[in-house]
């Protein structure tokens, strides 16, 4: 079976179940994702971002309906996937190179060349130098690069990000912003960005999906011009077309949801 | 003393950074003086309150009868066997205690139903005192080193795997939803991520038990031992030596505190490059 999308969500829905009550986080929701697109998903907190991205890393299972990463269920975290979180989620006891082989470890694809390209993507990310230091020793920016290179490391064909630059500084930003889109481009890897950060959401991907409502579904998909998808993040930002797009997110996301409550018991 | 001299003389007032240091010298020295003056006071007064007769030597004795018998046990050469034998209890009971209630919370951290099974029989041990259960140790294990041994272990093992596995659990869940994602088992969680995090908190454990182990085999050796520093302390009291029963409680106080430094050093190698949050 050869498969036209990367990721494919058909029907999804998973509900969260506690002693006291039970929360559906999503219902019925269906996308698919050619190879090679960067796709963002925003919306309110509690409306499903970060629960569709687990269902699509593996980390959860759905409840009804299916999903499938190039044509092949997801049945467990797989092997094509790389997942970055907010937090950087290096081991403090283990050195920066040390860090940066902790997926190839773990995977046990843990090799001489694939250490080598790992500490090639270090250089490139300005952090060549710093191999031997301890996360201790780095800058919040710093150390999300290293985050960023051991996910690399695992050379993902798609990589989930949940709010990976919502905790440094706006320059760092920035420039990781440019950084992640010129190697999703090089190696045409097709991405998923959940944020709360809407001009990031504008001036990183392809398409935005706004994800409303409790049970969170997708209340619609924003289509970025070609004009912008050309230009790099931070020259996106400053296109004449940029900024009625904001408003229009802007107002999307501000608009009531309708509420759906018998679900809590 | 020229050198001493050097090390206290007041530096170029322009150099602010050179009257810092030298600031900060004094009252290092100051301390370390003082620290010292304090022990001579007690000491010095101990002496001299026996020789004056304010002190009563035959209750407690007097530091050089105590210096004296030192020297004496160690000519005839059996101190350093009582004091081998007690270090060496310790060492054993204090190293199976701390690995045993590792390997204990290990095993309830990986089986939750066993953790909730076994939680108010770890509870109601944990509030035991365990020197109670001598007596039990004493007719299944004989009056002697098993014995003493299991005392060392018991007072140590149950609060190192309520430490231990409450450490397991406060593990930074990003880390482990990170290593999911990467594929991890289990035991790939466990070894790369659940245990060198809990590092610290071993550490901690070990500290406490280093004084535990020893309240365990003094305690042991109270009951059963023919040997060690318990036996000396007990022996010095029945015969009522008391000049044995300060020595041997000086000699406990200095081989605890070792023990303790080398725990404290092992902790600054191991955790040179962890921050606390």
């Known amino acids: 079976m050869v498969a036209s999308s990367a990721i494919q969500l058909d029907n999804v829905s998973k509900t969260y179940i506690s002693r006291h009550n039970q929360v559906t986080a999503i219902r019925a929701v269906s996308f698919c994702v050619k190879p090679g697109e960067f796709i963002a998903l925003v919306g309110p907190s509690g409306c499903g971002k970060s629960t569709v991205l687990s269902l699509i890393a593996g980390l959860l299972q759905p409840d009804e309906g299916e999903i499938r990463l190039f044509g092949e269920m997801v049945k467990g975290p797989s092997l094509r996937t790389g997942y970055m979180l907010q937090h950087d989620g290096l081991l403090e006891w283990r050195t920066v190179a040390e860090n940066i082989a902790l997926g190839l470890e773990i995977r046990k694809e843990i090799n001489k060349q694939r250490l080598k390209q790992a500490h090639a993507l270090l250089h490139e990310l300005g952090l060549g130098h710093a191999d031997q230091y301890y996360p201790s020793q780095l800058s919040g920016g710093m150390r999300q690069r290293v985050a960023l290179v051991r996910t690399l490391a695992l050379e993902p064909d798609i990589l989930l990000l949940d709010e990976p630059f919502s905790a440094i500084d706006y320059q760092n930003k920035l420039f990781l912003e440019g950084l992640l889109n010129a190697i999703l481009q090089r190696n045409e890897m097709t991405a998923v960005l959940v944020t709360h950060d809407l001009e990031e959401a504008l001036a990183m991907s392809d398409r935005v999906f706004i994800l409303g409502g409790q049970p969170g579904a997708i209340q619609r998909i924003i289509q970025l011009p070609e004009e912008i998808r050309a230009l790099k993040p931070l020259e996106a930002r400053s296109h004449p077309l940029f900024r009625p797009l904001f408003h229009e997110l802007w107002q999307e996301i501000q608009q009531p949801h309708s509420f759906h409550k018998e679900d809590i018991r | ?277």
């Open chain 2, 1 to 277: 003393m020229k050198a001493f001299y050097n090390l206290l003389k007041p530096p170029n007032h322009a150099d602010l950074y050179a009257r810092y240091l030298w600031r900060l010298r004094l009252r290092e020295i100051s301390i370390r003086l003082a620290q010292i003056s304090l022990l001579l006071l007690l000491i010095g007064g101990w002496e001299v309150g026996v020789r004056l007769g304010w002190i009563d030597p035959f209750l407690f004795s007097s530091p050089s009868r105590i210096a004296s018998l030192f020297v004496q046990m160690i000519t005839e050469g059996d101190l350093f066997h009582h004091i081998g034998q007690t270090a060496l209890e310790t060492l054993i009971s204090f190293l199976l205690g701390t690995a045993g209630g590792t390997i204990i919370a290990t095993v309830i951290w990986a089986f939750p139903w066993l953790a909730r099974v076994l939680d108010p029989y770890l509870v109601i041990l944990n509030s035991m005192p365990k020197v109670a259960l001598g007596p039990l140790f004493i007719v299944t294990m004989g009056a002697g080193f098993g014995s003493i041994l299991a005392m060392g272990i018991a007072i140590t093992i149950i609060i190192t795997t309520l430490v231990m596995y409450s450490s397991f659990q406060g593990v930074n869940p990003d880390h482990l939803k990170l290593a999911r994602a990467f594929g991890a088992t289990q035991w790939d969680l466990f070894r790369k991520i659940i245990f060198p995090s809990s590092i610290p908190d071993l550490i901690a454990a070990l500290k406490v038990n280093v004084g535990l182990a020893w309240v365990g085999v003094i305690v042991g050796e109270f009951l059963v031992s023919k040997a060690g520093l318990g036996y000396l302390i007990i022996y010095g009291f029945q015969v009522f030596n008391l000049t044995l029963v300060l020595l041997s409680l000086f000699i406990v106080a200095i081989c605890a505190t070792i023990m303790y430094q080398a725990v404290a050093y092992l902790e600054k190698r191991l955790l040179r490059h962890r921050w606390t949050e």
